[in-house]
């Protein structure tokens, strides 16, 4: 699976951005899916993850409320809405996808889990 993230750019605090996560090669429908995030200096975090059925959505507490993950299955396409943005949110955004699994936040949540990876979208949020 090939991942190619786009929707990055720069936003004053407080406003919105759509980031896009296409897929190539494979289709989705059989992947879990997730969004992390990696600022300048810090470790890979995870920001949120959603199962094949867009039923299991999981947030880090630090963005829960103000960003939300969709799929769109047929478009071969991972979303990620975010609004509210604040300067600690400026990072490299990366989607990441994996087989489907059986698991709940601690799987979702942890880097390791997924086994591809698109190589991130710029988000920088000024004060």
């Known amino acids: 699976v090939q991942l190619q993230a786009s929707g990055g750019g720069v936003v004053q605090a407080g406003g919105s951005l759509r980031l896009s996560c296409v897929a190539e090669?494979?289709?989705?429908?059989?992947?879990?899916l997730g969004w992390f995030r990696q600022a300048p200096g810090k470790e890979r975090e995870f920001v949120a993850g959603?199962?094949?059925?867009?039923?299991?959505?999981y947030y880090a507490d630090v963005v829960k409320g103000r960003f939300t993950i969709s799929r769109d299955n047929d478009k071969n396409t991972l979303y990620l809405d975010m609004k509210s943005l604040q300067p600690d949110d400026t990072a490299v955004y990366l989607c990441?996808?994996?087989?489907?699994?059986?698991?709940?936040?601690?799987?979702?949540?942890?880097?390791?889990?997924?086994?591809?990876w698109g190589k991130g979208t710029l988000v920088t949020v000024s004060s």
């Open positions: 090669r494979r289709a989705l429908v059989s992947y879990t």
């Open positions: 990441a996808a994996t087989p489907v699994f059986s698991g709940g936040y601690d799987y979702y949540s942890v880097p390791a889990s997924y086994e591809y």
């Open positions: 959603i199962g094949w059925s867009h039923e299991d959505t």
